[in-house]
């Protein structure tokens, strides 16, 4: 392989095997470990008794739940909507519906009712779950309290079949189903040793809520699937919370979004606490150099960060084998082919030092089988051999590529992919509105905002565009701020120029003397 063009072919993992349940997958270590300690979820900080589970517990639960959702009427390839907020029904029912050769669809619980029936409609949902506290009018829902069954047997599925929906914010203007194999499971193995760095020995302690993807992968069936300990918070968000549970618990691994680094850092709390941890784990957005370079700082303890999306979940990562190298994303994962290519037509790799959209060989046994009944969305995203990111990055002469931003205007919200038109439709539902563009803003050197821009024709305050707002859109979707223009810039062709509101309203290294500290 030539070194000077921008690819990494090392090869592929060993195969998945032909017969492969992801569920079976991830309890696997039940058979070995049955009295180990697979979860702790801690719900008041050190007061209180933690929920735990052992392997076989853990394991039980499960296969009791699929008992249930097979005398609720679900068969295998019936699709199962999961509404279910921070509770270990989440990852037990999401388990179980895969166990059972089910397809779960997890949902985030902010969804409005319209985004959420759109789903159910698309997937043609056989079961709606959710707690009454979260169901939504006109959706026929099942209460997972209300689910239960003697154990049966993991379903016989094979690794291509499909074995679980999760919807991402699609530049179409509605949300996109990507759909996963059961080989996804396994192909996570990738990020082991690639990002993780994580043994059967390890307690990782997740920052996020039990009903986050992040969650669910990185802190909950890689490390049930490793044969480690996971640790779990859910009572109320006080930053400083981490490192009391992580030298309560012996949490070796911490992971979390950027911002909750930055929350923690900001808060002033001692990081005694980690002393046992061995390193820190992020993804979701990108972290800001002062961040990483405080949390090291003071507790003396590397960051691998990680970048991905749902179509392949991680991909690029530093690890303990592939140290962070300032300003890059990290190196693609052994087992991964990763190229940079042109914006237009060609499969061949840019040169390296040269900025290329970056691709993944769309054989890679984690990549999505393919957009939910959207074959058009789904033929758009390939080229040739090669799965289109849309992300743009750099890679050097090691490997390493530094992301440069989204080649498709996708913002990040909160970790969560969001693309400007979902949200543009949305404001455009107003009817004072005439026109509407949504932008990843940044207002700081560390922070940026959902912001749209709206022209009017009958006057409009930017409170009742929020609002607006809210009644059509999840939170992480809303935008934050609103500014009211005569115009929107627009190229000859009538496209939205969004880079040019980002240039023009964004926080740029100029104003670095105008914000906090």
Request: proline share 8%; aromatic share 6%; glycine share 10%.
């Amino acid at each position: 392989m030539s070194d000077s063009i921008s690819l990494i072919d090392e090869g592929f993992p060993p195969p998945c095997p032909a017969r492969f349940n992801l569920a079976a997958h991830v309890l696997a270590a039940a058979a070995h470990v049955p009295d180990k300690i697979a979860l702790t979820v801690v719900r008041s900080g050190n007061d209180g008794t933690p929920e735990q589970l052992t392997y076989a517990a853990l394991r039980h639960r499960v296969l009791c739940a699929a008992g249930g959702l097979t005398n609720a009427g679900v068969s295998a390839g019936d699709r199962v909507i999961l509404r279910i907020g921070h509770s270990t029904d989440f990852p037990i029912f999401f388990l179980a519906a895969a166990a059972i050769g089910a397809v779960p669809v997890p949902t985030s619980t902010l969804l409005s009712a319209a985004e959420l029936d759109h789903i159910a409609t698309e997937t043609e949902a056989r079961l709606v779950l959710a707690p009454p506290n979260l169901a939504l009018p006109d959706l026929p829902y099942r209460d997972p309290g209300t689910i239960t069954g003697d154990v049966v047997a993991f379903a016989d599925t094979g690794a291509d079949d499909l074995a679980y929906i999760v919807y991402t914010s699609g530049s179409s203007g509605r949300p996109k189903g990507v759909a996963h194999a059961h080989r996804a499971a396994h192909a996570r193995r990738m990020m082991w040793d690639g990002w993780y760095g994580m043994g059967a020995g390890d307690v990782m302690l997740h920052a996020g809520a039990l009903n986050w993807t992040y969650t669910l992968g990185a802190g909950l069936m890689d490390p049930w699937a490793i044969g480690a300990s996971t640790l779990i918070y859910a009572g109320p968000r006080d930053p400083g919370i981490w490192p009391a549970l992580a030298a309560s618990y012996g949490a070796t691994i911490f992971a979390a979004a950027p911002g909750v680094y930055r929350q923690l850092l900001k808060s002033g709390v001692s990081l005694d606490g980690f002393a046992n941890l061995r390193h820190g784990l992020s993804a979701g957005e990108t972290m800001a150099a002062p961040v990483r370079a405080d949390w090291t700082s003071r507790t003396g303890k590397p960051i691998y960060e990680a970048l991905g999306m749902t179509e392949i979940s991680t991909f690029i990562s530093s690890s303990p084998a592939a140290p962070p190298k300032p300003g890059h994303a990290g190196r693609p994962q052994a087992g991964r082919r990763v190229a940079l290519l042109p914006p237009k037509g060609s499969t061949v790799p840019v040169p390296r030092g040269s900025p290329g959209i970056i691709a993944v060989d769309r054989r890679d046994p984690g990549l999505m089988i393919g957009y939910w009944r959207a074959e058009a969305d789904t033929a758009a995203v390939m080229r040739g051999d090669w799965f289109l990111t849309g992300d743009i990055g750099v890679m050097d002469a090691e490997g390493y590529i530094a992301f440069q931003g989204r080649g498709d205007d996708q913002m990040n919200a909160l970790g969560y992919r969001v693309a400007p038109e979902e949200v543009e439709a949305a404001l455009m539902r107003h009817p004072a509105l005439t026109g509407a563009a949504a932008v990843e803003l940044p207002v700081r050197a560390d922070l940026s905002l959902i912001t749209a821009f709206v022209t009017v024709d009958t006057p409009v305050t930017e409170d009742e565009v929020l609002a607006h707002a809210a009644r059509h859109l999840a939170d992480y979707k809303q935008p934050k701020r609103v500014h009211i223009l005569a115009d929107l810039p627009r190229n000859p062709n009538g496209k939205l120029r969004r880079k040019d509101l980002i240039a023009t309203y964004g926080f740029t290294s100029k104003d670095q003397d105008k914000t906090d500290p």
